[in-house]
T-cell receptor, first 112, second 113 residues
Framework: ETGVTQSPTHLIKTRGQQVTLRCSSQSGHNTVSWYQQALGQGPQFIFQYYREEENGRGNFPPRFSGLQFPNYSSELNVNALELDDSALYLC???????????FGQGTRLTVV | AQSVTQLDSQVPVFEEAPVELRCNYSSSVSVYLFWYVQYPNQGLQLLLKYLSGSTLVKGINGFEAEFNKSQTSFHLRKPSVHISDTAEYFCAVTKTSYDKVIFGPGTSLSVIP
């Protein structure tokens, strides 16, 4: 059991809208990463937060943004939604003393 | 930069037969290697990991993988598959436990009764 929880589990939005996805990291983990998994593909790294600061970013446009809070929970915000943003969004948390990141069950976003 | 290649996008195999899912990686530094399984409409579950030490790694559900540094490979094997093993399998690499994870494109394993 990973201890990483994401909400909501499913979401339907209209093109052009904005969306916020939430992630509660495993206890003691100070690093949170977000991934986008399009249908039939492997997860792609969006960005990472460490102690409330962005600490690395993948090849995603600025309309993908995030926050990390003092309790190390995190949000992923996507503005001006496009049809291609439809995907499973995965959150993962980790700590420097661990051996791997732990993934949540994901949020399935559908943009219509 | 790291990258991961999974040579087979789809692997059909009969129940109780052995299976090997292939994974090759590219990296200029030492890495940690992982295999994840994803069942339909679910998140990722860690099958096994290689950090250092013994090159043969055993995981959950009877799976094992062998790290081969000279061939930069980390192939996943199971001697006898079950219907319940039908899923998507992802090979992944990272530099440290808290660094970004680079995933391969996935291999869809279909177990035929």
């Amino acid at each position: 059991e990973t201890g990483v929880t994401q909400s909501p589990t499913h979401l339907i939005k209209t093109r052009g809208q904005q969306v916020t996805l939430r992630c509660s990291s495993q206890s003691g983990h100070n690093t949170v990463s977000w991934y986008q998994q399009a249908l039939g593909q492997g997860p792609q790294f969006i960005f990472q937060y460490y102690r409330e600061e962005e600490n690395g970013r993948g090849n995603f446009p600025p309309r993908f943004s995030g926050l990390q809070f003092p309790n190390y929970s995190s949000e992923l915000n996507v503005n001006a939604l496009e049809l291609d943003d439809s995907a499973l969004y995965l959150c993962a948390s980790a700590s420097g003393g661990g051996t791997e990141a732990f993934f949540g069950q994901g949020t399935r976003l559908t943009v219509v | 930069a790291q990258s991961v290649t999974q040579l087979d996008s789809q692997v059909p195999v009969f129940e109780e037969a052995p299976v090997e899912l292939r994974c090759n990686y590219s990296s200029s530094v030492s890495v940690y290697l992982f295999w994840y399984v994803q069942y339909p409409n679910q998140g990722l579950q860690l099958l096994l990991k290689y950090l250092s030490g013994s090159t043969l790694v055993k995981g959950i559900n009877g799976f094992e993988a062998e790290f081969n540094k000279s061939q930069t490979s980390f192939h996943l094997r199971k001697p006898s598959v079950h219907i319940s093993d039908t899923a998507e399998y992802f090979c992944a690499v990272t530099k440290t436990s808290y660094d970004k994870v680079i995933f391969g494109p996935g291999t869809s394993l279909s177990v035929i009764p």
